[in-house]
C-alpha cells in the first residue's frame, strides 16, 4: 500500500512540477513585457513613478493564471492610474492600467526620482533553483503529503490493532470526514486571508487535501466496513463530487487536479479489490461528470480529457477484471461507459480539436463494450448495449458528418464479433444480425448520396450486403443452399436499395459509386444463383449475371459497370475450370474430343456467346478487345469437345483467317483481339514441332548432323501443325494488308514464312531422305546444294517479280546456308563430303558457285550499297574461285572424297603451279577490271607460291623435279614481273610531269 502511495504521490509531485515549470516561463515573459512598456511609459511621463509604484503596476498587470477568481480590493474614487502621471498620455490599447496601492493612494504625491528605474537583470539559474524548491514545490507537497495523511488516517484504522481498539469503525470514518472537512476549512480560510497568505496556492493544495480525504472515507465506510448502505453511500459521493466542483470553480487547476486524482485513485487506495460494481460505476460517472462540468466552465479540456482517460482505464479494468455480471453489473458498465463515449465528450470539447477528441472517445467506447460483449459471453443484454452505442455512433455521424469514421469502426466491430461469436442459436443470431442490420445499413442509405460525396458509405454499404451470406455459412455449416441463397439475394437487394436511392443523382456518372453498388450486387446474384443451379451450369450463370451488368451499365450510362461485367466474364471462366467437370473437358483442348459431349458444348458454347456479347456490345475499347479475346479462346475449346486432335489443330487458322477476311466489311479494331488470340492458339500448336526443330538446327551448327527420327517431324504433324496454318493466316493477311498497320502484316507475313519455312525445310529432308537415302557422306552435298538452290533460286524469282522485301531473306539465308556448312563446316577438303568421281562433272562447281551467285545479287537489295560491302564480296569471290580450283586439283587425285591422307609429288608441284596459275590470273584480271584487291591477292599468291617452292618444294625434290619447279617460278615470276611493269608504267608516266 505504502509503494502504491509512494508511486502516486512521486506522478501527481512530477505532474505540479511540470504545471509549475510552465507557469514560471509564462510569468517571466509577461513580466518582462510589462516591464519593457512600463519602461516606455516612464521615459515619456513629467513626474517618473517610483520604483514601488512600477512593481505595483507590474504585480497587477500580470494576472496569476493559477486563480481563478480573486478578490479586487476597492478603489479609491480619486486614486490616479500610471497613465494619468504622464504629461502626455496615450490612449492606446497596449498600455496597463492598474489601480495604485493602498500606501500610493494616501500620499498626497509620488516623490520624483532623477532618473528612471532600469529593469533589473534575468533571474539567474541559483535564484530560479531557490523560488522553485524553496517556495513553491514545498507548498504543493504539503497539500499532496496532507491527502495521503488523509487516507492513511483511514487506512491506519485497518493495520493498527490498539487504534482499533480505541476507535470503532464509526469513529474512525468520522475523524475522516472532520478531518477532510477541516482541510477544505482551512482553505477557506486561507482564501479568505488572501492578503496575509499572499499565495493562492495554499488554499488550493488544502481543498484538493480534503477532497480526496472525504472520498476516502465514504468508499472505506461502503466497501470495507460496510457502515453505510448503497443508496446512502450513493447520496454522500454525490454530495463529494458536488462539493469538488464548487472548490474547482474557487480555487483553480491545482484543486481540480488534486481531486481528480483523489477521485480516481480513492478506489484503489482504499483497498477495493472486488467492489460493487453498480456503485463503483455511478461513483466514477458523477466524479468523471463533475471534472467535465469543471473543465468546461473554466475551459479546461486537460481536465476534461485526463478525467476521461482516467474512466477509459476503470471501465476496461471492470470489464476485464469481473467475471459473471449480472444484469445490473452489465446495465451499470454500459451506462458508464456510454456515458465516457458519447454524452460527456459532447460536453467537454471544444474547439479546433474537438472532433478528434469526441471520435476517439466514441470508438474507444465501442471497443470498450466489444470486449464487454466478448468477456460476458456474448449475452443478450450485452449485444444491446453493444447496439446501442452503434446507433449512437450514428447519431454523431449524423450530426456531424466529421465523425463519419466512428460508423465505420463500430461497423467492423460488429462483424468480427459476430464471427467470434461462440455456437450461437439461430434466433438469437439472426434477431442481432438483423438489429445491427437496421443500425448501420438503414442510415448508410439515407445519407450515402447526399453531399459532400463520399466513397466510404458505399464501400461500408457493400461490406454488410457480401457479410451476411459468408457469417451464415460459418455459423450454421448445414445451413441449406437455398436458405443461403435467400441471404444472399436479401444482400443483393440492400445494394441494390442503394442503386434506387443513387439513379436520379445528378452527376453519378462521375464517379465509381455506383459501380462498387453494381458489383456486389452481382456477386450476390451470382452466388444466390450458383447455390441453385447444378454445379456444372455454375460458369453459365455467372455469365448470365455478367450479361445483365453489361446492358445494366449501359441503361445506367455508366462505362465502369461495363468494366464490372467483364469481371463477371473473368469469373465465369474461374468456375469453368474449378468444376470437375474441367478435369474432363480441360485435356480435350490438346487431345481432342472422341466423341461430341453435350454438356461440354454448352458449357463453352455458352460463355462463348457471353463473350461475343462483350466483343461486339462493349464500348470501352479494352473491354471489347477483352471479349474478343475470350470468345477466340471459349470458341475454341467449344470445338474441342466435339472435335478429334488432328482436326482441332485447323480450327484457329480457319478462325484467323476467317475473322482477317471479315476486316473488309468490320473495322480490324474490332476483331484484332480475336485474331490475335487465333493465332496464338495456332502458335500453341506448332510450338512443339519448332522447338524440336530449332534444338536440331543449334545442334547441326556445331556439326551434328540434322536428324528427322521424331514423331512430330514428320509429314502429317507438319502439315497440320505448321504449313496449313501458316499458309491460312499468311493469305489473308496479303489480301487484306490494305486495312491492317504495315508493321502488323509484315510482322505477320514474316511469322508466317517463319513457321512455313521450317515445315517446307523438313518436308524437304523426309522427301530428300526417301530418295536418295540419309547417308550423310554420301549425299550431303548434294542435299545441301538443292536446299540452297531453292532457297537463292526463290530469292531471284521473287526479286524478278519486284518483291525484294521477300527475296532479299532468301537469298540471304541461300548464301549464309552455302557458305556456312558447304564451305565451312562441312568443306569436302576437310570433312568426309561425296563430290563426285568424275574429274571436272562433279558437285564442287555448283557447291562453290552457288554463294557466289548469292554474294553477287545482295548489292542489289540496296540502293547504293557502300564500297566496304563490294569489296567484301570480291575478296570472297577470291576465297571461291581459289578454294574451287585448289579442292579440283584434289579431286583429280583423290577422286570423290577429298579428305583422304598424303599429297603426291605431282599433286604437289601442281599446287605450286596452280598457285602461280592462279596468282597470274587474279593479275590479269585485275588489270582488265581495275580491280586493285585483286592484284594485291596475285602478289599474295606469288608470294606465297615462292615461298612454297623454296621452303618445302625444294626440300622435298630432287634431280629434274626440283630443276623444274625452279624453272617454272622463275619464268612465272619473270613473267608476272613483265606485266606489272606494263601496267605501272602508265604510272610512272603520268606521275612525271606532275613530279617536274
Request: hydrophobic share 60%.
Amino acid at each position: 500500500m505504502f509503494d502504491f502511495l509512494a508511486f502516486l504521490a512521486i506522478v501527481i509531485l512530477f505532474v505540479l512540477l511540470m504545471d509549475t515549470r510552465g507557469r514560471l516561463k509564462r510569468a517571466e515573459a509577461t513580466l518582462m513585457e510589462a516591464a519593457k512598456r512600463i519602461g516606455a511609459l516612464q521615459r515619456g511621463a513629467a513626474p517618473p513613478p517610483t520604483r514601488d509604484d512600477v512593481v505595483t503596476e507590474m504585480a497587477t498587470a500580470v494576472p496569476d493564471i493559477a486563480a481563478p477568481a480573486q478578490r479586487t480590493p476597492a478603489i479609491p474614487a480619486d486614486a490616479s492610474s500610471p497613465a494619468a502621471l504622464s504629461s502626455d498620455p496615450v490612449a492606446t490599447p497596449g498600455t496597463i492600467e492598474a489601480p495604485p496601492s493602498p500606501a500610493a493612494a494616501a500620499a498626497p504625491s509620488p516623490k520624483p526620482e532623477p532618473a528612471p528605474a532600469p529593469s533589473g537583470p534575468p533571474l539567474s539559474l541559483a535564484s530560479r533553483f531557490e523560488n522553485l524548491f524553496g517556495k513553491t514545490l514545498p507548498i504543493w507537497a504539503g497539500g499532496l503529503t496532507l491527502a495521503i495523511a488523509g487516507v492513511l488516517i483511514v487506512r491506519y484504522a485497518i493495520d493498527a490493532g490498539f487504534f482499533a481498539r480505541v476507535f470503532t469503525p464509526g469513529v474512525q470514518i468520522v475523524a475522516g470526514l472532520l478531518f477532510g472537512l477541516g482541510l477544505i476549512g482551512g482553505a477557506e480560510y486561507a482564501w479568505r486571508n488572501e492578503e496575509k497568505l499572499r499565495d493562492v496556492r495554499v488554499p488550493q493544495a488544502l481543498s484538493g487535501a480534503g477532497i480526496a480525504t472525504l472520498y476516502a472515507a465514504i468508499m472505506v465506510a461502503a466497501n470495507v466496513y460496510q457502515l453505510i448502505g448503497p443508496l446512502l453511500a450513493f447520496l454522500s459521493l454525490a454530495l463529494i463530487t458536488a462539493a469538488a466542483l464548487g472548490l474547482s470553480l474557487r480555487f483553480g487547476p491545482p484543486s481540480a487536479l488534486l481531486g481528480l486524482a483523489g477521485g480516481l485513485a480513492a478506489p484503489a487506495m482504499v483497498g477495493a479489490v472486488e467492489p460493487n460494481i453498480p456503485m463503483l460505476a455511478v461513483y466514477l460517472a458523477l466524479t468523471i461528470a463533475g471534472l467535465t462540468g469543471v473543465a468546461r466552465a473554466r475551459r479546461w479540456p486537460w481536465l476534461a480529457l485526463a478525467a476521461l482517460i482516467g474512466g477509459i482505464g476503470w471501465g476496461l479494468w471492470m470489464v476485464l477484471a469481473s467475471t459473471a455480471l449480472d444484469v445490473v453489473a452489465s446495465l451499470s458498465i454500459g451506462g458508464f461507459v456510454l456515458l465516457l463515449a458519447i454524452a460527456l465528450p459532447m460536453m467537454a470539447f471544444d474547439g479546433p480539436r474537438s472532433t478528434l477528441l469526441r471520435t476517439a472517445s466514441a470508438v474507444v467506447g465501442a471497443v470498450q463494450l466489444a470486449l464487454l460483449v466478448g468477456y460476458g459471453g456474448f449475452a443478450p443484454l450485452h449485444w444491446g448495449l453493444f447496439i446501442l452505442i452503434a446507433a449512437a455512433g450514428q447519431w454523431l455521424a449524423w450530426r456531424e458528418r466529421d465523425f463519419a469514421i466512428v460508423p465505420a469502426i463500430s461497423l467492423l466491430l460488429s462483424l468480427a464479433l459476430l464471427v467470434a461469436w461462440p455456437d450461437p442459436t439461430l434466433f438469437w443470431f439472426g434477431l442481432i444480425g438483423l438489429s445491427l442490420l437496421a443500425v448501420h445499413a438503414l442510415p448508410l442509405l439515407l445519407r450515402m448520396w447526399a453531399l459532400p460525396k463520399s466513397l466510404r458509405p458505399t464501400l461500408e454499404l457493400c461490406v454488410i450486403a457480401l457479410a451476411g451470406a459468408p457469417l451464415t455459412k460459418w455459423h450454421f455449416w448445414g445451413v441449406s443452399d437455398g436458405t443461403l441463397a435467400l441471404v444472399a439475394l436479401g444482400g443483393a437487394l440492400l445494394a441494390s436499395a442503394g442503386i434506387v436511392r443513387g439513379w436520379s443523382v445528378e452527376g453519378r456518372t462521375g464517379e465509381n459509386r455506383f459501380a462498387w453498388l453494381a458489383a456486389a450486387t452481382g456477386t450476390l446474384l451470382a452466388l444466390a444463383i450458383i447455390l441453385v443451379i447444378p454445379a456444372w451450369l455454375a460458369p453459365l450463370g455467372i455469365a448470365a449475371v455478367a450479361t445483365a451488368l453489361l446492358f445494366f451499365g449501359k441503361a445506367a450510362l455508366d462505362p465502369r459497370i461495363e468494366r464490372v461485367a467483364a469481371g463477371f466474364v473473368g469469373a465465369a471462366l474461374i468456375a469453368l475450370v474449378a468444376t470437375p467437370r474441367a478435369l474432363v473437358e480441360l485435356p480435350r483442348l490438346v487431345e481432342g474430343a472422341d466423341g461430341a459431349d453435350g454438356m461440354g458444348i454448352l458449357r463453352w458454347a455458352g460463355l462463348t456467346a457471353a463473350a461475343l456479347l462483350f466483343a461486339f456490345r462493349a464500348e470501352g475499347a479494352i473491354v471489347r478487345r477483352l471479349g474478343q479475346i475470350a470468345a477466340a479462346l471459349f470458341a475454341y475449346g467449344a470445338f474441342a469437345q466435339f472435335l478429334p486432335a488432328n482436326i482441332l489443330m485447323l480450327v484457329p487458322a480457319l478462325g484467323g483467317a476467317a475473322t482477317l477476311l471479315a476486316t473488309h466489311r468490320i473495322a480490324f479494331n474490332r476483331v484484332d483481339g480475336a485474331a490475335a488470340s487465333l493465332a496464338a492458339l495456332s502458335l500453341a500448336w506448332a510450338a512443339l514441332p519448332i522447338g524440336i526443330w530449332s534444338t536440331k538446327a543449334s545442334l547441326s551448327l556445331v556439326g551434328v548432323p540434322m536428324q528427322f527420327d521424331v514423331a512430330l517431324l514428320t509429314i502429317e504433324p507438319l502439315l497440320l501443325r505448321l504449313l496449313l496454318p501458316a499458309l491460312l493466316f499468311a493469305i489473308p493477311v496479303w489480301l487484306t494488308r490494305d486495312a491492317l498497320p504495315r508493321w502488323l502484316w509484315i510482322a505477320a507475313i514474316s511469322l508466317a514464312a517463319i513457321v512455313g519455312g521450317v515445315a517446307i525445310h523438313s518436308l524437304y529432308r523426309l522427301g530428300f531422305a526417301a530418295v536418295a537415302g540419309d547417308d550423310f557422306a554420301a549425299t550431303g552435298i548434294l542435299q545441301r546444294l538443292i536446299w540452297e538452290a531453292l532457297l537463292i533460286g526463290a530469292g531471284w524469282f521473287a526479286m524478278g517479280r519486284g518483291l525484294n522485301g521477300a527475296a532479299r531473306p532468301l537469298v540471304v539465308a541461300g548464301a549464309a546456308h552455302a557458305l556456312f556448312y558447304g564451305l565451312i563446316l562441312h568443306n569436302p577438303l576437310w570433312s568426309a563430303q561425296a563430290v563426285g568421281a568424275w574429274p571436272f562433272v562433279n558437285l564442287l562447281a555448283p557447291l562453290f558457285l552457288l554463294p557466289w551467285l548469292g554474294l553477287m545479287r545482295m548489292p542489289a537489295f540496296f540502293a547504293k550499297a557502300p564500297a566496304s560491302f563490294d569489296r567484301a564480296i570480291q575478296i570472297a569471290t577470291m576465297l571461291l574461285a581459289l578454294g574451287f580450283a585448289w579442292a579440283t586439283l584434289r579431286q583429280l587425285f583423290h577422286g570423290s572424297l577429298l579428305a583422304q591422307p598424303g599429297v603426291t609429288d605431282a599433286e604437289n608441284i601442281l599446287r605450286s603451279i596452280l598457285i602461280l596459275a592462279l596468282a597470274l590470273g587474279f593479275l590479269l584480271w585485275g588489270i582488265r577490271a581495275k580491280r586493285h584487291d585483286w592484284r594485291i591477292a596475285s602478289l599474295v599468291l606469288m608470294i606465297g607460291a615462292a615461298g612454297k617452292v623454296f621452303l618445302f618444294d625444294a626440300s622435298g625434290l630432287e634431280g629434274l623435279a626440283r630443276i623444274g619447279s625452279f624453272v617454272a617460278l622463275g619464268f612465272s615470276l619473270i613473267g608476272i614481273g613483265w606485266l606489272y611493269s606494263r601496267q605501272l608504267a602508265p604510272d610512272r608516266d603520268n606521275a612525271a610531269p606532275t613530279a617536274v
